[in-house]
């Protein structure tokens, strides 16, 4: 059973930047995709960027050229670098994976079987 472990999230103003972490156990290989989310309430959770082996990665528009996937197969934890960070980027951020033998990466938060509990990102203007 894959459990995925997030961590990074806060508060910080208009134009910062945070980095999430999630640390992934029971063995997801690299054959896994990887994938950040985010919920706001009231809205449905959307894709923010995912990834998976072959380091293919891919963005949601609102978080391109700002977010950055990356992952430390070493360390078995993705990351997600946000810079220039919004008003409404404010959100639950969430973690999930799905494998083994991925074909993606894929933004649909319906293809994930594995997910973390979240960790909250709150921007202020």
């Known amino acids: 059973q894959v459990q995925l472990v997030e961590s990074g999230g806060g508060s910080v103003q208009s134009g910062g930047s945070l980095r999430l972490s999630c640390a992934a156990s029971?063995?997801?290989?690299?054959?896994?995709?990887m994938g950040w989310f985010r919920q706001a309430p009231g809205k449905e959770r959307e894709g923010v960027a995912a990834?998976?082996?072959?380091?293919?990665?891919t963005y949601a528009d609102s978080v391109k050229g700002r977010f950055t996937i990356s992952q430390d197969n070493a360390k078995n934890t993705l990351y997600l670098q946000m810079n220039s960070l919004k008003p409404e980027d404010t959100a639950m951020y969430y973690c999930a994976a799905e494998g083994p033998n991925c074909s993606g990466p894929w933004l649909n938060h319906r293809a994930y079987a594995y997910w973390g509990q979240g960790t909250q990102v709150t921007v202020s203007s």
């Open positions: 990834t998976n082996s072959d380091v293919t990665t």
């Open positions: 029971g063995h997801p290989d690299s054959s896994y995709c």
